[in-house]
């Protein structure tokens, strides 16, 4: 069975450049949720998506856009790149709506340079 | 707002010890709380979901404790080993969530000794 799979795996981009990361969930999941890892903050939540609706938005600016497909793929983009964004992006996938567990791919190492 | 720590932030042991790893949380009304692993520079691999019906869960040479009411889990490791070196991390998701949010602990990392 497929666990859930993040492309592209890393990532270098310039300061102002924008970039899209993709994430597909296990086959049945339609809740995708997405995190941001950093040394200094930790993992902190970026959004949720079900049924191509988002349901809950963590506090980012909204530079931080996500979208969640009818297959329940889910991608998230950031416009205007800053250095601070430099980060291990992490999405999960689960089975019901209320989120019963998570199973998280291996990340979207970004760096902006 | 939910607020979760982990206690201690770092951990250094010989192979064979027994340990137990921290997790508090600031509001007791939770969905559950789920224990992962994590290497260096990957993703997150769950190690036990303990619903907030429930007590304890166990998996193999882990155990994990939940007190809701007093806000704490702990994740017990019997017989520790070198390839139980990662950082551990704790994750609520709290009852006024609409949605699957969960809320990190800052993590433990964990060293086991040969």
């Known amino acids: 069975k497929a666990g859930v799979t993040q492309t592209p795996r890393y990532l270098i981009k310039t300061r102002g450049q924008q970039v899209t990361l993709s994430c597909s969930p296990i086959s049945g999941h339609r809740s995708v949720s997405w995190y941001q890892q950093t040394p200094g903050q930790g993992l902190q939540f970026l959004f949720e998506?079900?049924?191509?609706?988002?349901?809950n938005k963590g506090n980012f600016p909204g530079r931080f856009s996500g979208r969640q497909f009818s297959n329940s793929r889910s991608e998230m983009n950031v416009s205007t790149l800053e250095l601070g964004d430099s980060a291990l992006y992490l999405c999960?996938?689960?089975?019901?709506?209320?989120?019963?567990?998570?199973?998280f791919g291996s990340g979207t190492r970004l760096t902006v340079v | 707002k939910q607020e979760v720590t982990q206690i201690p932030a770092a951990l250094s042991v010989p192979e064979g010890e027994n340990l137990v790893l921290n997790c508090s949380f600031t509001d007791s009304a939770i969905y559950n709380l789920q224990w992962f692993r994590q290497d260096p520079g990957k993703g997150l691999t769950s190690l036990l979901l303990?619903?907030?019906?429930?007590r304890e869960q166990t998996s193999g040479r882990l155990n994990a404790s939940l007190d809701k009411s007093s806000g704490r889990s702990t994740l017990y490791i019997a017989a520790s080993q070198p390839g139980d070196s990662a950082t551990y991390l704790c994750?609520?998701?709290?009852?006024?969530?609409?949605?699957?949010?969960?809320?990190f602990g800052g993590g433990t990392r964990l060293m086991v000794k040969p």
């Open positions: 998506y079900f049924s191509e609706t988002q349901r």
């Open positions: 994750a609520v998701r709290s009852e006024d969530n609409a949605g699957n949010m969960l809320t």
């Open positions: 999960a996938s689960s089975w019901t709506a209320i989120g019963y567990g998570y199973t």
């Open positions: 303990i619903q907030s019906s429930q």
